[in-house]
């Protein structure tokens, strides 16, 4: 495990290298989505993004939304593995609350910009303009309800006239 890592004797493995090769292709892509994403160039529901998710097109424009934020944690999650080194522990201890502080804002920043498209810095300026999935439900639910009672006012025999 530790080979995979890029620790330990890598003298003449290529299985040292084919970990830390996967993760920068990875970061790589990702990159280029979320630039795709912050200049608005697609869009889950007009594109053929997430096809094999079960969920409706504004769920999947949600993930779209919030794609910028995923990319910042895994980045964020990517520099804390890198060893801080010959530092003094004070430092080291200062860099690894601030690196956690992060994380932890951006982990909790991404189910807010799903459901209240919120905070707008995190949402690409294309995208902060629309509705969150909570204001989408709260919407269909106001229309289903007035629906309803107009149903309901056309059934009802009284007040008599």
């Given at each position: 495990m530790l080979v995979w890592m890029g620790a330990g004797d890598m003298s003449g493995r290529v299985e040292g290298f084919l970990m830390p090769l996967l993760v920068a292709l990875f970061l790589i892509a990702a990159a280029v989505a979320v630039r795709r994403c912050w200049r608005g160039i697609g869009k889950a529901a007009t594109m053929r993004?997430?096809?094999?998710l079960p969920i409706s097109r504004s769920a999947k424009n949600a993930l779209w939304r919030a794609s910028p934020a995923a990319f910042l944690t895994l980045l964020l999650m990517v520099v804390m593995l890198i060893p801080l080194g010959e530092v003094s522990s004070d430092l080291a201890t200062v860099v690894i609350r601030v690196e956690?502080?992060?994380?932890f804002f951006l982990m909790l920043s991404m189910p807010a910009i799903i459901w209240f498209n919120?905070?707008?810095?995190l949402v690409p300026p294309p995208y902060r303009r629309e509705p969150g999935l909570i204001s989408l439900w709260r919407r269909?639910?106001?229309?289903?309800?007035a629906a309803r009672r107009s149903r309901a006012a056309g059934r009802r025999p009284w007040p008599a006239a």
């Open positions: 993004g997430y096809w094999f956690a502080g992060a994380l919120q905070p707008r810095f269909r639910r106001a229309i289903a309800r």
